[in-house]
């Protein structure tokens, strides 16, 4: 909301079930959302994930309900899911569609712009859309179209 971009870290826990249905919980994220995109990274991603409990978190209070936060929540379960870390200086941004493809998102310029300026050095966007966007110096950009590329390139 607003004119300026505001970056928010995502975490996640993914942990296995003693349970017959897994549990989910979705603090700073709706619920409902989360429960599709865990969805979409078993049928698309290959993980596994009806067979572990899993937690998303926003960190700082924050309630995310754009659809650029989409990446950023799947990679987040699939570093946990994994057990993988993902890199201090990356970030993500991209709406995930239920093929498991990566949509552009609005003000893309605007977010390169402030996360170059908060001092990242890599970032994860989808490919279609991102052809004519400004990429501010020391910045590494990477292009992905499903998020089996993204899980790849973060992890």
Sequence with gaps: EGTRPLLAE???????????????????????????????????GGLKL??????????????????????????????SYRDTPIADDLVAVGEVGLTGEIRSV??????????SRLGFKKCIIPRSGSEKLEIPDGLTVYRVRNIREAIETAL
């Design 10 to 44: 995502v975490q996640a826990l993914v942990t296995k079930t003693s349970f017959n249905v897994p549990r989910r919980t979705a603090d700073g994220f709706d619920f409902n959302r989360a429960v599709l995109l865990m969805a979409v990274l078993e049928k698309r």
């Design 50 to 79: 009806s067979q572990f409990d899993s937690y998303i978190n926003v960190i700082g209070g924050l309630r995310l309900d754009e659809p650029g936060a989409d990446l950023p929540v799947v990679l987040a379960v699939a570093s």
């Design 106 to 115: 609005s003000h893309m310029n605007q977010r390169l712009g402030e996360v």
